[in-house]
T-cell receptor, first 116, second 111 residues
Framework: EAQVTQNPRYLITVTGKKLTVTCSQNMNHEYMSWYRQDPGLGLRQIYYSMNVEVTDKGDVPEGYKVSRKEKRNFPLILESPSPNQTSLYFC???????????????FGPGTRLTVL | QKEVEQDPGPLSVPEGAIVSLNCTYSNSAFQYFMWYRQYSRKGPELLMYTYSSGNKEDGRFTAQVDKSSKYISLFIRDSQPSDSATYLCAIPKAAGNKLTFGGGTRVLVKP
């Protein structure tokens, strides 16, 4: 089954304790992204990656790191989490654009993070 | 001004009613317009997308774009309780990979 998986689905942690949220896709997609979703603000892109070893900042990158060492994996790293990073996080992937066709982004099930 | 704005709702309608959702956007250069549906505790999934102006129909769903007023709409005919979800409009930026979302409208269809 084609899917994007994230782990963990729920995480409660304390300020300053480094954490990693994993993301994996089995569709051989070039593009992968991380979003956070907050009430009233919708989904905002944190980082995205166009291919292995190629990443770029989205709209809200402060406090986050990413890496793309393999095509299928795109982990999100919070080196020193703070309470304002309490949010619902989604990983997404899509294939390379061709011509004028927009290719659908496929989202994972989400990771609910609480930073105390 | 946000690039994409959407009324947060919630919007509560009786089963069988027409649901009307809309977004406004600020950049006239945008060409693709998308609607994602998000059920509770799930990730968003693409419902429909349109290119440039006009209407697009898919079963009970119709997406409409008015580029002159920078206004996009989604209509759900004969709404069902299973349509209860949050609907998010989204616009891809020039690079294509970056989606800018509206805040989402929560819809509740009551039996």
């Amino acid at each position: 089954e084609a899917q994007v998986t994230q782990n963990p689905r729920y995480l409660i942690t304390v300020t300053g304790k480094k954490l990693t949220v994993t993301c994996s896709q089995n569709m051989n997609h070039e593009y992968m992204s991380w979003y956070r979703q907050d009430p009233g603000l919708g989904l905002r892109q944190i980082y995205y990656s166009m291919n292995v070893e190629v990443t770029d900042k989205g709209d809200v990158p402060e406090g986050y790191k990413v890496s793309r060492k393999e095509k299928r994996n795109f982990p999100l790293i919070l080196e020193s989490p703070s309470p304002n990073q309490t949010s619902l996080y989604f990983c997404a992937s899509n294939s390379r654009l061709t011509g004028t066709t927009y290719n659908e982004q496929f989202f994972g099930p989400g990771t609910r993070l609480t930073v105390l | 001004q946000k690039e994409v704005e959407q009324d947060p709702g919630p919007l509560s309608v009786p089963e069988g009613a027409i649901v009307s959702l809309n977004c406004t956007y600020s950049n006239s250069a945008f060409q693709y317009f998308m609607w994602y549906r998000q059920y509770s505790r799930k990730g968003p999934e693409l419902l429909m997308y349109t290119y440039s102006s006009g209407n697009k129909e898919d079963g009970r769903f119709t997406a409409q774009v008015d580029k002159s007023s920078k206004y996009i709409s989604l209509f759900i005919r004969d709404s069902q309780p299973s349509d209860s979800a949050t609907y998010l409009c989204a616009i891809p930026k020039a690079a294509g990979n970056k989606l800018t979302f509206g805040g989402g409208t929560r819809v509740l269809v009551k039996p």
